[in-house]
């Protein structure tokens, strides 16, 4: 069984700063590619930003030049270094490991239970 642990979100002011982390746990060998997705009242969720095992990254265009994703393997966990924070980031900022790859077997779309960014106006 794999597991995923996000934190680092809270408050913070516009303008401000916050890093979130998300920890994998469990037998891992390799952790294809990590994202973190988001999703405000109301709203679907989607897509902030996307690493690959080969560090390719994605971002959506909101969050292009603000946001940084970054992965250390030998910790299994990625990160979001959130900069120049604006109130429409505020929502649940949720991790995904798209397939794991444990002394067990593989795990497909793997999602933590994600954490609370809220930016004030």
């Known amino acids: 069984q794999v597991q995923v642990v996000e934190s680092g979100g809270g408050l913070a002011q516009t303008g401000g700063s916050l890093t979130l982390s998300c920890a994998a746990s469990g037998s891992i060998i390799w952790i294809s590619a990590m994202g973190w997705y988001r999703r405000a009242p109301g709203n679907q969720r989607e897509l902030v930003a996307r690493?690959?095992?080969?560090?390719?990254?994605n971002y959506a265009d909101s969050v292009k030049g603000r946001f940084t994703i970054s992965r250390d393997n030998a910790k299994n966990t990625v990160y979001l270094q959130m900069n120049s924070l604006k109130p429409e980031d505020t929502a649940v900022y949720t991790c995904?490991?798209?397939?794991?790859?444990?002394?067990?077997?593989?795990?497909?779309?793997?999602w933590g239970q994600g954490t609370q960014v809220t930016v004030s106006s």
């Open positions: 995904n490991a798209e397939r794991v790859h444990t002394f067990r077997g593989d795990y497909y779309d793997t």
């Open positions: 690493i690959s095992s080969g560090g390719s990254t």
